[in-house]
């Protein structure tokens, strides 16, 4: 008597992929409160390979700049976009990063047979497309696009940080660390900060308390009869 495990058919797995030209996709500045978000996509040389490719959160500024410079050397093609502050308003940070990823990969000067992205979600794509959870660790074409998107953004706050030195923007990048959210307490938000997200908010409703302060206190009978005292 034949066994079960000889009845069972036989089937080859499917290879839906094929040759091609393939990017790596990721942004950087999600989780700040201040800034765009910035998207990369590379698609990478196999003839010039680059080493220490990693998760770009992983790697020190200055392994960053360096890596930075050697893929925007060797990558075939690299396109860097971004969603600004009033899109992450708009349509929330999720889809304006959705936003910027679409931009990064239209901008590419070679046309990619498949786009992998960092994550679990996909950006609209007229291309083959597959979302990777933890690929800025796993994929070189994403860790190379991470790289790319950080050392941009950073390079960004570092500019906003020569703006407004009270901030410290060169420390924190926009995330909201206690110094950061000291000074927006002090100083108040910028138009650089993001309005729908809850800390620049809050800050936003004390300044405007602060600044009404004043005009209610003028307004009370005691304050009207201290300014015409002699």
């Known amino acids: 008597m034949r066994s079960k495990k ?12 094929f040759p091609g030209l393939l990017a790596g996709v990721d942004e950087a500045g999600r989780g700040p409160l201040a800034g765009p978000v910035v998207a990369a996509a ?8 680059i080493k220490g490719l990693a998760d770009s959160k992983q790697l020190t500024p200055a392994r960053r700049e360096r890596l930075y410079d050697e893929i925007r050397a060797k990558a075939l093609c690299c396109s860097i976009a971004q969603a600004s ?12 990063t959705m936003l910027a990823m679409q931009r990064a990969v239209q901008g590419l000067r070679l046309k990619p047979h ?18 990777i959870v933890s690929g800025d660790a796993r994929v070189p074409a994403i860790s190379a696009a991470s790289i790319v998107a950080k050392v941009t953004r950073d390079r960004l706050l570092l500019e906003l940080h020569q703006r407004y030195p009270d901030y410290g923007f ?7 660390t206690a110094l950061h959210m000291q000074a927006l307490q002090t100083h108040g938000p910028l138009i ?6 809850a ?10 308390d602060r600044l009404a302060a004043p005009a209610v206190e003028s307004d009370s009978p005691a304050a009207a009869q201290t300014i015409m005292s002699p």
């Open 170 to 176: 060169d420390r924190h990048k926009g995330y909201g």
């Open 114 to 131: 498949k786009v992998l992205v960092d994550g679990n979600r996909l950006p609209a794509l007229d291309v083959l497309a597959e979302a």
């Open 42 to 49: 590379v698609i990478l040389d196999d003839l010039a390979p």
């Open 6 to 17: 000889f009845l069972q058919p036989k089937q080859k797995p499917l290879v839906w992929d």
């Open 85 to 96: 502050v009033e899109e992450i308003d708009r349509l929330n940070i999720l889809q304006a």
């Open 192 to 197: 650089e900060h993001r309005r729908s997200f």
């Open 199 to 208: 800390p620049v908010a809050r800050a936003l409703t004390l300044k405007a």
